[in-house]
DNA sequence: GAGTTTTAAATTGTCAAACAAATCCCCCTC
DNA sequence: GAGGGGGATTTGTTTGACAATTTAAAACTC
């Protein structure tokens, strides 16, 4: 239907790389499959070699095909794993709050969420090397450290925790929400109350994780997103203050 | 690290791309701001005019920017939004079906473990409309339709759940996942005995959300997940005596 | 003078042809 | 037989030109 309205509405580059994803998608072609030339795919699809490559390179950029020059070179279908799943999941969600109206509410409920909804998968298949981690995590974060490096390490310490749920798709969906909290995270000045407050909470998450008490994590989870959540809010009324006063003198 | 050990291995596209990216990320570029125009880019780069075309139809690729042809046209940052976002989390996640080396169980405890998630923030949001067009899904796979109408109905009923949670970004993940998932359910072949297991469960899952008891509405998503499981595996199993069968005759 | 039509300018879209760079394979030399 | 060199193939990049599209100003009509 839509199509109709705008026959030629798209370029051709776009038409092109649409197609061949179609190709890959309904499994015309495979992993690892080498795609016709570039002056053959301009002779096939009737354009020119330059329309070819800005097809070629939109895939190019959504991971789908890399290319090798070179005789016995040319375009492949790139077998997509979760490291790269992840780095887009994450690309996707930090542009998304870099630049849309996104409500720190909903992000932070996203948050809570989503490790609440692993915490019994992390309670169940955690390592003993995972606790030490996240042990080396709360350490650094009691230290006197700056406010980005005591972020940096709530993120890893987060991260940790949902690597332990041995589950690659939602480690990646989960990874990009909190790389994507991040920013959020960055406005807030952490007084050092507020660090041993934190940190006490994640002592006690470890605890429930060693445990394997998946309820207890969730109940600190709460508890946890609710102070972080106050904490951005203060942070932004901090910040809302600050401009209106900008504006007014 | 990475980009010292090969400087120039990425092409000339790919690193104008990367820059333009990174202007946007860190503010310098803003939403709806007009980049400047193509053979400016080129100059201003030291390249010629395709290859900052080749950066500009990568970030299109990406959303990251629209063109419009014309005077006053030209390339504008796109101000990313959750319907986009969604799409391309779905994109992400289809081609990590279709391509990738995906564990069906992983998928599926995936999806259970979403849906658990946000189970009790769909109890306590659902509106009336969206308990009728459940209902209405239900009444559709409990019809004579063909397999792919049951299977695309299964996963408009769960859309449908995902939207009650009224969470912009948790729909946005759901769905990738859901999408990511019907692959898999279209292998099925579903019998009249199982549509009919299936439609009831949904009919119990409509009850407790109706009734806003998020724990039972777990219970039947972990059972009818169990099922769903059960019955991906048998068809994969047939497929593969299919295969077996086709290589040794 | 107001409204409409025409025209011109700016910008992206597409094409063509050529050369550069990289890579592989075959062949040739030692 | 082993190793290096050259040719062939393929992508990377540039130059130049023209087409298509959209805006806006200019000219024209009423």
Chains 1, 2 share one sequence.
């Not at 794993?81 to 996203?110: H, N, Y």
């Not at 006490?200 to 609710?226: F, Q, W, Y």
Request: charged residues 30%; glycine residues 4%.
């Amino acid at each position: 239907m839509s199509e109709a309205q705008e026959p030629q509405a798209q370029s051709v580059g776009h038409q092109i790389a649409e197609e061949i994803r179609e190709m890959i998608v309904d499994g015309r072609l495979g992993a690892d499959d080498r795609l016709p030339g570039e002056q053959d795919l301009a002779t096939r699809f009737g354009v020119s070699r330059p329309s070819v490559r800005e097809a070629l390179k939109r895939l190019a950029a959504q991971n789908l095909i890399r290319t090798r020059r070179g005789a016995s070179g040319g375009n492949f279908v790139n077998r997509i794993g979760w490291q790269q799943a992840r780095e887009q999941f994450e690309a996707t969600a930090t542009m998304l709050v870099v630049m849309g109206d996104i409500d720190p509410d909903a992000l932070a409920e996203a948050r809570l969420t989503l490790l609440s909804a692993i915490a019994p998968l992390a309670a169940e298949r955690r390592l003993a090397e995972e606790l030490t981690a996240l042990r080396d995590e709360i350490d650094l974060q009691e230290s006197k450290t700056s406010d980005e490096d005591f972020c940096a390490s709530d993120v890893r310490f987060y991260r940790i925790l949902v690597e332990a749920a041995r589950n690659p798709l939602l480690s990646a969906q989960m990874a990009s929400v909190i790389e994507a909290i991040q920013p959020l995270l960055n406005m807030i000045i952490y007084r050092a109350r507020d660090r041993h407050t934190i940190a006490a909470r994640h002592t006690k998450l470890l605890a429930a994780l060693e445990a394997r008490d998946a309820p207890a994590m969730i109940a600190i989870l709460r508890d946890l997103n609710d102070y972080t959540v106050s904490l951005v809010r203060e942070a932004q009324d901090a910040r809302e203050a600050r401009q209106t006063s900008k504006e007014s003198g």
